[in-house]
């Protein structure tokens, strides 16, 4: 670990989601391979630009061409992934931004440890960051008739892996805030129940309307 390090206080957080007008959090969506987990995210992250609002889209493919380009799918490396990935959405967060990561993070440690990363930031501070988990709920056999990447055939071929959900596991959220099935609705109507939640919770003011 690093030491002789010093921590530089910066603006509140109050201050600065008072100053942007809107409240930083983060949305966590998990689920299989395939469940439509970033064609959901890059929707809601639409959806909130249009209601004026920064939003910021994390995608486990995209980022391991930069952050964690150096990362395999051990489970180690899953980890070291997730860990990443909680502390830049907690940054964005803090910075009064809506984060929408979209990993399929099948883990129930590494998903409560990225919890606790946001809940830990909440010290000493009048707006807490909110870390809300959304379970993309398909089931294996959806996931993998859809395969648009030819992963679960390369997977069932052994040509990969520790690959989730054939070789690997993957461990359902057990009580997610909110639970969506790509294969019952349409994209619109998941973005649509995100949306409704987040409003329900006070995360997005009612004078917020799409522009």
């Known amino acids: 670990m690093a030491t002789n390090i010093t921590w530089h206080p910066s603006l509140s957080r109050h201050e600065r989601n ?4 809107q409240r930083g959090f983060t949305i966590w969506l998990t689920g299989l391979s395939a469940s439509g987990k970033s064609t959901v995210a890059t929707a809601l992250e639409q959806h909130l630009l249009h209601l004026g609002l920064s939003a910021y889209r994390l995608d486990g493919d995209n980022v391991r061409f930069g952050l ?6 051990s489970e180690k490396d899953r980890n070291e992934n997730i860990r990443r990935i909680a502390e830049v959405a907690k940054l964005f967060a803090d910075s009064a931004t809506i984060v ?3 990993f399929i993070s099948p883990y129930r440690a590494d998903r409560q440890m990225a919890r606790e990363l946001h809940e830990q930031a909440n010290t000493n501070s ?5 870390f809300i988990e959304v379970f993309v709920d398909v089931p294996l ?3 993998e008739q859809r395969d648009p990447k030819g992963l679960y055939k ?4 052994g040509e990969i892996k520790d690959f989730t959900g054939i070789t690997a596991p993957y461990e359902e959220p057990l009580d ?3 639970r ?10 998941c973005v649509a129940k995100i949306t409704a939640w987040l409003y329900a919770q006070g995360l997005l003011s009612p004078t917020q309307k799409a522009i």
């Open 141 to 143: 056999a959806v996931a």
């Open 100 to 102: 929408i990561s979209s």
């Open 126 to 130: 009048d707006d807490p960051i909110p």
């Open 176 to 178: 997610p805030q909110i």
């Open 154 to 157: 390369k997977a069932r071929a």
């Open 180 to 189: 969506i099935r790509t294969h019952e609705l349409s994209v619109e109507d």
């Open 68 to 73: 964690n380009k150096d990362l395999g799918f």
């Open 18 to 21: 008072h100053l942007r007008g």
